[in-house]
């Protein structure tokens, strides 16, 4: 069969079954994975926005910086519950086939580099990226 996905994963499986349930998981049009990512991406931004408020304040810079980490590691957990779920890329549904997926990764594996490294202009431009993938959140809602 051509639906295995990471050459190992059959849909049938307990991990897949489970990665599957995560992501389509909705109790209501409000309430889904989809809307919970949403809210994180606005989560991201709205650290970003207190960056300017920062000014040297070691306290609004560290809630900034662990709001960083935290948003990172759940999008890495989106990315790979997706491809858990769909597969990579040679699956019918495959994660890399559609391109805002393609886009999403490539917003957090450059945005893995902002948990180790201290904010600099190309970390800033990384996270900001985070915002557009609102535009693709927004259309699948429409």
């Given amino acids: 069969s051509r639906d295995v996905a990471l050459t190992c994963l059959r849909p049938r499986g307990r991990v897949r079954r489970f ?20 809210c ?11 960056e300017s408020c920062d000014a040297g304040d070691d306290g609004v810079g560290s809630f ?3 709001v960083n980490n935290v948003t990172t590691v759940l999008f890495i ?3 790979m519950l997706k ?7 040679f699956t019918p549904d495959a994660y890399l086939r559609s391109p805002w997926n393609v886009f999403d990764a490539f917003v957090v594996l450059a945005s893995l580099p902002t948990i180790f490294v201290p904010q600099t202009s ?16 927004m259309k ?3």
């Fill in 77 to 79: 957990l989106e990315m």
């Fill in 140 to 142: 699948g809602m429409g």
């Fill in 64 to 66: 900034n910086q662990t």
């Fill in 83 to 89: 491809i858990i779920s769909q597969g990579l890329v």
């Fill in 40 to 50: 994180v991406i606005v989560l991201s931004a709205l650290s970003m926005t207190f």
């Fill in 122 to 137: 190309l970390v800033k431009l990384f996270r900001l990226l985070r915002v557009l993938r609102l535009v693709r959140h």
């Fill in 19 to 38: 990665a599957t349930a995560v992501v389509k998981w909705r109790v209501h049009w409000a309430l889904s994975f989809e809307s919970v990512v949403m």
